[in-house]
């Protein structure tokens, strides 16, 4: 069966407080057994993001660009119930950042084994052009399982 994706609405913030948090909604027809994934993308590392009651940290990524702009990207995930809301994500720095955050859900996901290859600051891939992205870092994914989805976030 192949995967599909249900996006909820783009949460974003250029005040938010770390501790107050982004409330982050998923897809309205997200049901139970999908596979939900939250990216949130904030500028600035200092502190870390609180992992929601409920999901599970996959990875938080701090980087600074060549450019010298500093960021942190949370991934968490976790299987649907029977009826999902929204989320609030928080952050242990209180400092006032610009802040998104949205919640896909898949549809589809292989239940007993749903990672193929986690990310890490490797697969990160930086460019100024977006007519022209520089994607070299996502030929280093090596999947391990046939037909794999390659799953990609992008902050702006």
Same mark, same amino acid.
């Given at each position: 069966? %192949?995967?599909?994706?249900?996006? +909820? $609405? ?15 909604? =998923? ?31 996959? *990875? ?12 942190? $990207? +949370? ?14 994500? *928080? ?22 084994? =749903?990672?193929?290859?986690?990310? $890490?600051?490797?697969?990160? %891939?930086?460019?100024?052009?977006? %007519?022209? =992205? ?5 030929? *280093? ?5 046939? +037909? ?6 992008? %902050?702006?």
């Amino acid at each position: 069966m %192949a995967i599909t994706t249900r996006v +909820g $609405t783009v949460a974003q913030s250029s005040s938010r407080v770390g501790t107050t948090g982004l409330a982050i909604t =998923p897809h309205a027809s997200t049901t139970t057994n999908d596979f939900m994934l939250l990216f949130s993308h904030r500028n600035d590392f200092s502190g870390d993001f609180d992992t929601p009651s409920g999901w599970t940290r996959l *990875t938080a990524i701090s980087k600074t660009t060549t450019s010298g702009t500093r960021f942190q $990207t +949370g991934i968490f995930y976790k299987w649907a119930g029977a009826s999902e809301s929204a989320v609030t994500l *928080t952050h242990t720095d209180a400092t006032a950042e610009e802040w998104s955050g949205v919640i896909v859900s898949y549809v589809g996901v292989d239940l007993t084994t =749903p990672f193929d290859v986690t990310p $890490t600051t490797s697969h990160y %891939a930086e460019y100024t052009d977006k %007519a022209s =992205p520089n994607v070299d870092a996502f030929n *280093t994914i090596t999947t391990v399982t046939v +037909g794999a989805m390659v799953v990609c976030f992008e %902050a702006v």
